[in-house]
C-alpha cells in the first residue's frame, strides 16, 4: 500500500509543470478549429481528410487513456508522463512539418498516443504531490480551471497564429514548452513506483479495442450519419467490448479499471457529468467557430478573438474558485455552474443571421465562461475524490476518459442534429439554423448534467459534509454492593 502523500518539496514548480503539460494537451484539441480552413488550403485535404485531422487524435486520446492510467500506475507516473510528453512533442514537430494530409493526420494520431499517457499522469501525480485538504483543493481547482481555459483559448491562439503566421505554428509551438517540461520534470516531479502489480492484459486490449470502437462509430456518423452499417457495426462491437471489459474487470485481480470506483456516488455522477456537459461544449466551439465566421464574416482572427469574453471570465471565476471551496460544499458552484452554462447556451442558440455579436453572441458566452470557471474544478475533484492511492491513475483515467468520449459522442450528436435542418434559403442563413439546432441539443444535455448532478453528487456531497455525531456509549452497570 503507497503512503498518502505529503507536502511537496517545491509545490509552486509541481503545479507549473503539470499545469503547462496539461494545457498543452488541451490547447491541441482546440487550436485546430479555427485553423482549419488554412490547413486545408494548405494540404489541400476533402472534407473528410479534414475531419480526421481532429478525429485521428480523439480517436486515439479516448481509447488509449485507461491504457495510459495504468501504465503509469505499474511502471511509475513520472517515467511514463516524461514519456508522454516526449511522443507528444516529436509528434507536434511532425505535424508541423506535414508535406501532405496523411502525413499530419498519422502525426495527430502519434499526438493522441502521448496525450492519452499525460492526461491521466498528470492528474495523478498531482494528488500524488499534494496531500488532501486546502493544498490539492487548490491545485485541483487550478487543474479543473486548466480544462476549461485551454480548450477556449485554444481557439484564440489557434486563429492568431493561422492568420499572423501560419496553421503549423500552433503546433510548432509545442515544441518548446514540451522540451522544458521534459527537462524539469524529473528534477522536481515525485516519482511513485513502479509498482509490483501485474498488467491487466485483457482489461486493457478489450477497453482500448471497446472504447476505440465507439469513439469511431460516433465519429463516423458525422461523414455517414447514424443509419450507415459502418456506424452501426463500430457502435454495436464497442458496446459488445465494453460489455466484455466489464465482466473481465468483475473477475481481474488487479483490474485496470476498479469497479469498486464506481461505488462512490460523487465519483459516478462526476464522470457522468462530465460527460454530458463536454458533450455539450464540444457541439459549441465547434458550430460557433463556422457562425462566427461564416455568418458573423469574421476572419480566423477575429473568430479566435471573438472568444475572448468567454475566456476572459472563465479565467477570473476559475482562480477565484479555491476561495470558496472551504466555505461552501463542491455541489453548489458545479450546480451553479451548469445552470449558468445552459442559459448562456440556450441564449447562445437563439442567434440567427441578423444577430450583432455583442447580444448575441458575446453575452452568451461571458455566462458559458461564468459556467466553465465554476464546474470544471469540481467535475474534476469529485472525479477522484475518496480513491485509494493505489487507484489514483485509474480514477484519473475515467475523468478523462469520459471527457473524450463525451466529447465525441456530444460532436455526433450535434453533427446530427444540424443535418437534420433542410436546405434552403441562402447559405449563411441555413448554418444559422444548423447552429441553432446543434446548440439546443447541447443545451438539452446540460439539463441532463444538471439532473445527474442533483441527484447523485448534490445529496452524496452534502451527506459527507455533514459532521457525524458521536455515539454515546452505553451506560456501565454499577457492582452490586
Not at 498543452?24 to 485535404?45: K, Y
Not at 499517457?117 to 487550478?142: N, Q
Not at 479495442?209 to 464497442?238: E, K
Not at 473477475?251 to 463536454?278: C, D, K, V
Request: a positive charge.
Amino acid at each position: 500500500m503507497k503512503p498518502a502523500p505529503t507536502t511537496a518539496a517545491h509545490p509552486a514548480a509541481i503545479l507549473t509543470i503539470i499545469l503547462a503539460s496539461y494545457f498543452m494537451i488541451l490547447l491541441d484539441n482546440s487550436v485546430i478549429f479555427t485553423a482549419l480552413p488554412s490547413l486545408q488550403a494548405d494540404l489541400q485535404l476533402s472534407t473528410g481528410e479534414l475531419s480526421w485531422v481532429q478525429d485521428a487524435y480523439t480517436l486515439v486520446f479516448g481509447g488509449l487513456l485507461l491504457l495510459g492510467a495504468r501504465a503509469g500506475d505499474l511502471l511509475g507516473r513520472r517515467r511514463v508522463f516524461v514519456f508522454g510528453l516526449v511522443v507528444f512533442s516529436i509528434a507536434s514537430l511532425l505535424i508541423g512539418l506535414a508535406p501532405a494530409g496523411w502525413w499530419a493526420i498519422t502525426g495527430r494520431a502519434i499526438q493522441g498516443i502521448g496525450a492519452a499517457i499525460v492526461a491521466p499522469a498528470s492528474l495523478s501525480l498531482l494528488t500524488a504531490s499534494f496531500p488532501e485538504g486546502r493544498e490539492r483543493t487548490r491545485a485541483v481547482a487550478l487543474y479543473g480551471a486548466t480544462a476549461g481555459i485551454g480548450a477556449s483559448l485554444g481557439l484564440v491562439i489557434g486563429g492568431a497564429l493561422a492568420h499572423w503566421i501560419s496553421w503549423r505554428a500552433g503546433f510548432f509551438v509545442n515544441v518548446p514548452i514540451g522540451a522544458a517540461m521534459i527537462a524539469l520534470a524529473p528534477r522536481f516531479l515525485p516519482e511513485t513506483g513502479p509498482d509490483s502489480g501485474r498488467f491487466d492484459v485483457f482489461g486493457a486490449v478489450s477497453a482500448t479495442l471497446g472504447v476505440g470502437a465507439l469513439v469511431f462509430g460516433i465519429i463516423n456518423t458525422a461523414d455517414v450519419g447514424w443509419t450507415s452499417p459502418v456506424t452501426a457495426t463500430a457502435v454495436s462491437a464497442g458496446a459488445a467490448l465494453l460489455v466484455v471489459f466489464f465482466l473481465v474487470e468483475r473477475g481481474a485481480a488487479q483490474p485496470i479499471m476498479p469497479l469498486r470506483l464506481f461505488a462512490s456516488r460523487r465519483r459516478t455522477g462526476a464522470y457522468l457529468a462530465r460527460f454530458l456537459y463536454l458533450g455539450a461544449m464540444i457541439g459549441f466551439f465547434f458550430f460557433t467557430t463556422q457562425f462566427l465566421q461564416e455568418v458573423l464574416g469574421f476572419d480566423p482572427l477575429q473568430a479566435g478573438l471573438g472568444f475572448l469574453p468567454m475566456t476572459a471570465v472563465n479565467f477570473v471565476v476559475a482562480v477565484s474558485l479555491p476561495r470558496l471551496a472551504g466555505r461552501l460544499p463542491g455541489s453548489v458552484p458545479l450546480l451553479a455552474g451548469i445552470l449558468l452554462t445552459f442559459a448562456g447556451m440556450f441564449w447562445l442558440s437563439r442567434a440567427g443571421v441578423d444577430s450583432a455579436y455583442l447580444t448575441g453572441v458575446a453575452l452568451p458566452m461571458v455566462l458559458i465562461g461564468a459556467g466553465q470557471g465554476l464546474a470544471f474544478a469540481p467535475l474534476t475533484s469529485f472525479g477522484i475524490v475518496g480513491a485509494p492511492a493505489a487507484d489514483a491513475g485509474a480514477a484519473s483515467g475515467l475523468v478523462n476518459t469520459f471527457h473524450q468520449v463525451g466529447t465525441c459522442l456530444g460532436l455526433g450528436i450535434a453533427v446530427a442534429v444540424a443535418a437534420t435542418v433542410p436546405a434552403a434559403g441562402p447559405a449563411a442563413a441555413h448554418l444559422a439554423a444548423e447552429v441553432s439546432a446543434a446548440l439546443t441539443s447541447g443545451s438539452v444535455l446540460l439539463l441532463l448534467a444538471l439532473a445527474v448532478t442533483a441527484a447523485l453528487i448534490l445529496p452524496a456531497d452534502l451527506a459527507a459534509r455533514r459532521p457525524r455525531t458521536p455515539r454515546k456509549a452505553a451506560p456501565v452497570a454499577e457492582p452490586a454492593r
